[in-house]
């Protein structure tokens, strides 16, 4: 090879383009721009108004839950808006009244009065901006997710009784209780005036995002929120003209804030509680944002839309200080509390909001429409705005969160919160789910279960949980009542043992062994108490025989005891029932090992492989293995790869019996239909392709290659003199991809964000496009392909990086100009970046720029 790597136009093969951090500037590029922090965009303009409309009524109608003024709830969604959209640590998250406080605002109201609260609005902020300070929001979060949503679910319950009186006409009682037990009166009175209202407003939310069809998709992008208490709003005006609407008082007469009144102990817990709950919801609104954008990215990415540009992680503890500053803001200008809110905050996401613009643009709507727009929000009816909160009540009760504590086992932490928070309140409720999860904690921690059975003349005692004083008189029961000089196995399965219980074992342990017993000490995985830990846990997993750690080249395993049914200690270290070993002769007895000339093992390894797989993997698959002898085999893929024994495609495809039709050979080769020898003609790979197709009817087939490919290495090497073997004539087959990466007429394939380290990674991404086009020749796949039965994918292995990374949908199927293969992330999609800078179209290779002597060919077999 050349000491610099050919470029698109071989002019100068030294030469590359100044990247363009490097600030030089290419001709005819617009000049730089700077200082534009806050741009806005049409999206953000957009998503903005889509807020606006549902902040509006869901503001009112909060402060009207609460008993507050109802101009408080515009203020605190204006300073919410700007002051956390600005300062906030989640660009996306909108921030507005609290939905989790209205139980606790109202009854600060009732007790202290509105200027009162407000102060404690301002000390709540305070502390946050405290805490926010100390970096402890992510430690908030470390709490049991079934006490946090069930505080959160406990005040949904608590707002829908009380805002359900409102709609049936009446005043919500003082407490959910209260609320509860005064609803049969409720019913007995009722007029349908605001009944109706209400129940109007709670269908359109419910009926109107599920309208079906292009005309409810259409209309869909009009809030529910507001086409519901904006249709209430109407139908009150011309049916029921008297009754009760919202009136906002002057803005000369708002309330601000004043010093606190009262004990200073009630005061103090006032102010925590309302920063405990304003913070988890903020927080938690904040996690749930990051999820609804990673959604949204990865479901562009799947429809191949333009993907939307890419957001930040939320910096969690500048979010809880934004949100602070904004609560002692809204405190202290009259405002309600406030916090991020997940009802808003998926709106704006949904509709397209790109950044923090669409945050702050709903504030200064809000901001004005407290100005401009009073006379119109004075016809909305009470009715309906309380039926807005009591749908927002109900949404906070969660049964995706349910479902989720109850499958970890902790739905009495979970259902404890929800009533400590009804029937006592958010601070008490929260404190009785702390109680209940470390008790239901330390249950599970001395719980021990303790079970002996008896196979054979041979005693298996399993101990599953954690080993202290309190299990000690149990264990050292049951171990008394086996029989002297039984042969016993002691499973202990758990990662604590205190001292009592270490000398009970001890102790019998010697004391059995005098009498004659064979004890073996076994954790549940089979290896032996006394091995230490790096030689029990980096050699005798079930899966160590493919990780090449030499696993199975240790001293041949030794008897344990002389005595009939003794169990023996395996190749691996791990103990073997008698049943295995009777099983395994072979790998047990001296001699049993071969080495190879290179000093490998070999025999010895494969039947110690074999042994291990029959003890630990067989009885797990032999289920799944009978059904498919009985069924057949039914993959959905055909997955042709190299055979380099570092390729291991069920672990890297997570696959399993069944699932993929492999074909391996050297170089992952797909030979073309019309290939001619006058040497030899090679059709096990069409042979393979036309079963696959035709007969198995697989779904898809995927052509993967790999880094550090030797074929490719051995193509780039070979010169006229290199000799005619059966290696060489097969590796012809490889030359379409050598002239392929050598021609003008196609771009490079590549991989998104950076550039091929040397030649041959660059030939091993070719390859997999080249080889894709001869699977394409085939008459078999041409025909499935046209019926659009059949999908191609082009797949590349990073070995080093342990990286898989996927050819674009638009270059697998033929019709994309790009060849880039997009990395795979854990637990997403594909990362697709065909728009790469322009210097990663260069064939100049990246680290020094140039390819220089490559190692030895060696072809991976």
Known sequence: MPACAPTRNDHSSCSSRPSRSSGLKRPHSPPPVHGRRYRISGADLSASITVFLIAVPMS????VAMDAPLAAGLVSAAIGGIVAGLLGGTPLQVSGPSAGLTVVTAELIQIYGWRTTCAITVGAGLLQILLGSLRAARSALAVSPAIVHGTLAGIGVAIALAQMHVVLGGTPQSSALDNAWALPAQLAQ????????????????????????????????????????????????????????????????????????????????????VMLVASLESLLAAVSVDKLAADRASAASRDGSTPSPPVKRSD?????????????LSGMFGGLAVS???????????????????????????????????????????????ALVMVVGIQMVSFAHIRNVHRHREFLVYGATITGVIIAGVLVGVAIGILVAVAIALHRLARTRITVTEQDGRFLV??????????????????????????????LDGFFMDHAAYETIQDWHTARTALGSNIV?????????????????SCCRPWTPWRNHHCHDRPHPTVVDAAPGA???????????????????????????????????????LLSGLSSFQRTTAPLVREELARLAAEGQRPSQLFITCAD?????????????????????????VPPPDAESTESNDDSVAAAIEYAVDVLEVESITVCGHSGCGAMQALLDATPETPRTPLWRWLRHGRPSLERMGSRHHSWARIAGRLPTDAVEQLCLTNVVQQLEHLRAHDSVARRLAAGTLQLHGMYFHVGEAQAYLLTEGASSGTGPDEVFARVAPGAEPDTDPHAPPSAQSRTYAGSGAVHGAPDTAVGV
């Open 60 to 63: 009112l109608g909060l402060a």
């Open 190 to 273: 009722i007029s349908p005036a605001a009944p109706s209202i209400g129940a109007l407003t709670i269908a359109l939310l419910i009926v109107w995002p599920r309208l079906p069809g292009r005309v409810g998709t259409v209309l869909g992008r009009i809030p529910a929120a507001l086409v519901a208490v904006g249709v209430a709003t109407a139908v009150a005006a011309a049916a029921t003209p008297g009754i009760a609407r919202v009136d906002l008082p002057s803005w000369s007469s708002h309330a601000f804030a004043e010093l606190p009144h009262g004990p200073v102990a009630a005061l103090a817990t006032a102010v925590f509680t």
């Open 316 to 328: 969690l503890d500048r979010e809880l200080r934004a949100q602070g500053i904004a609560n002692a």
């Open 340 to 386: 991020g809110g997940a009802v808003r905050s998926s709106a704006n996401v949904r509709a397209g909001a790109t950044g923090r613009a669409a945050t702050v643009l709903h504030g200064v709507w809000m901001l004005l429409a407290a100005v401009l727009l009073v006379t119109a929000l004075e016809w909305i009816p009470l009715a309906a705005l309380a």
């Open 462 to 491: 399993s101990v599953r949980g954690q080993l202290t004083f309190l299990a000690v008189p149990r264990l050292s029961r049951l171990l008394n009542q086996l029989p002297e000089g039984a042969d016993v196995i002691l499973e």
């Open 521 to 537: 000490l076994t954790g549940r995985s089979g290896g032996r108490i006394a091995e230490p830990a790096s030689a029990a846990h």
């Open 567 to 605: 169990g023996i200690i395996g190749a691996t270290g791990v103990p073997m029932s008698p049943a295995a070993s009777r099983s395994a002769p072979a790998a047990a007895s001296p001699g049993a090992a071969t080495t190879s000339a290179h000093g490998r093992p070999s025999r010895h390894r």
């Open 645 to 669: 024994s570092r390729l291991v495609t069920s672990m890297i495809t997570a696959s399993g019996p069944g699932d993929l039709f492999t074909v391996r050979n050297v170089g992952n080769l």
